[in-house]
């Protein structure tokens, strides 16, 4: 009974989905290269159709049409942007998701002069969505990610 509230609960909260994203642009001024990583899929998911290989290729080629480099990943690049997506099979009529974009870029501590890597941009939504729309309803939330990404990019170099 409370996993069934639970899911009502959340399929009510996500159903359209929840965005979050409160940071500076500044970050992305004179970015021109980026490598792209994508976390693994749990196997539920990849047995669903979700696959990693496709999604790199989805963000990959959104981001080319935006002007931006894309450089192997290991390779040297102005920055890394990460992509994870967490999915749940809740029962046979809901998958539970979320996805997290995030720029990783080489940054100095003011305190110390230190260089390291933080993140300086992202953004994600949580959603739920029927299984028949699972693949799609995930690849359209990396999509916005991705798109969310490329407009505050052009913003900052137009």
């Known amino acids: 009974m409370k996993k069934l509230a639970a899911i009502a609960a959340l399929s009510s909260l ?12 500044g970050s992305l001024k004179y970015l021109s290269t980026v490598s792209v990583a994508v976390s693994n899929v749990e196997k539920d998911a990849e047995a ?3 696959s990693v290989s496709q999604l790199t290729a989805d ?3 959104k981001l080319r049409r935006s002007r931006l480099g894309i450089v192997e990943k290991g390779k ?5 942007i990460y992509v994870n997506v967490n999915a749940m099979k809740v029962n046979d009529y809901l998958w ?6 995030v720029l990783e ?3 100095v501590l003011t305190r ?14 949580l959603g739920a969505t029927r299984p028949q729309d699972f693949v799609t309803d995930v690849r359209t939330a ?17």
């Open 48 to 50: 669903a159709g979700l």
């Open 142 to 158: 990396v999509g916005q990610a991705v798109d969310s990404f490329i407009k505050d990019y052009r913003a900052e170099n137009p």
């Open 96 to 101: 539970a998701y979320h996805v997290q974009l």
């Open 59 to 61: 963000i990959e080629q």
């Open 105 to 107: 870029q080489g940054v």
């Open 76 to 80: 040297k690049s102005d920055g890394l």
């Open 14 to 25: 996500v159903s359209s989905g929840i965005h979050a994203q409160e940071v500076s642009t």
């Open 112 to 125: 110390s002069g230190f260089p390291c890597v933080g993140r300086t941009w992202w953004t994600g939504t």
